[in-house]
């Protein structure tokens, strides 16, 4: 890890990291999600970034713009519906609100399966009339990525971003989000990851500054040699698998254990039930990556207060 890219959890303590911003309680991966997720006292917020026909930078998380979007509505008849096959002044038309609170008129058990676990608790504190009017309002956009880069920077958070895979756009996308990055001069407010760590390479080679973390859903060998290799500062391995706190089960855990010792930064997703999250707090992860960052936030201030 180079001496130049500091931890960015430093003065922080575990990193409280919203999923596509605070999902559970706004449309996700809207300036909406992160606003609420900066209301719930989040020091970083997490995105998926991918790259418009025209090679805009937009933040979305599916190939497919139908699920949280009216793009079925605005352009019927299409044959497919990825994002990339669209303009950025065609994607700035689209609805990326209402979908959320046509789910929450659902009963429970129809819901996206994160939303079927908001309590109603939850719902009533954190989703007030006032948001409800706005998310179905019609002026939720999908964000590009400098409008996300602004808001956080007015607002004093750090942005992890997931950088999508896409035919055609990888490294056009790689080096679009540095040079943006650079641009804004938010190298240390930034953290860029992937699934694909070949991207994270191409990152590496274009910045020594920008911190750069391990997307995985699997067990990596020799993690530390592998971190070495990728130049990497960060390990995101995933909370949940066949037995569900997956990253607790050994060997993940010594796996987990092993990066925290030798200085990496560890930060686990996606974590949505409080006990789940103490034990991660308790294995020593630097960061949480949550669809509910208020439960991450009380966890944190009932072991840490």
Request: overall charge negative; hydrophobic content about 40%; some cysteine.
């Amino acid at each position: 890890m180079s001496s130049m890219r500091m931890p960015l959890e430093m003065g922080f303590g575990v990193l409280n990291i919203a999923h596509r911003g605070a999902r559970a309680f706004a449309p996700e991966n809207t300036l909406a999600a992160f606003m609420k997720a900066n209301t719930l006292g989040c020091q970083m917020f997490e995105i998926d970034v991918r790259m418009s026909k025209d090679r805009q930078l937009i933040v979305h998380h599916d190939e497919q713009l139908s699920r949280c979007t009216d793009v079925q509505i605005k352009f019927p008849g299409r044959a497919n519906y990825d994002l990339w096959n669209f303009t950025y002044d065609q994607l700035s038309t689209l609805d990326a609100g209402a979908w959320y609170i046509e789910q929450l008129s659902l009963p429970r058990l129809e819901r996206q399966p994160f939303l079927q676990m908001l309590t109603e608790d939850e719902l009533i504190e954190f989703v007030s009339p006032h948001d409800r009017d706005i998310y179905a309002s019609g002026d939720i956009k999908l964000p590009t990525l400098k409008q996300t880069l602004e808001f956080a920077e007015g607002a004093g958070m750090m942005v992890n971003i997931e950088l999508k895979t896409q035919p055609d756009m990888q490294e056009a996308l790689a080096d679009a989000v540095v040079k943006l990055v650079e641009f804004m001069r938010m190298e240390n407010k930034v953290l860029i990851s992937s699934f694909n760590h070949e991207l994270l390479i191409r990152v590496r080679q274009l910045s020594e500054a920008i911190a750069t973390g391990v997307l995985t859903g699997t067990k990596i060998k020799n993690i530390n040699k592998y971190m070495q290799l990728l130049d990497a500062d960060a390990y995101h391995p995933n909370c949940y698998g066949e037995n569900h706190l997956n990253v607790i089960q050994k060997p993940n855990l010594e796996e987990l254990t092993i990066a925290l010792e030798s200085g990496y930064s560890v930060n686990v997703w996606t974590c949505n039930d409080k006990e789940d999250i103490r034990r991660l707090i308790a294995c020593g992860v630097t960061g949480v990556i949550s669809d509910f960052p208020n439960r991450v936030k009380e966890v944190i201030d009932n072991n840490f207060s």
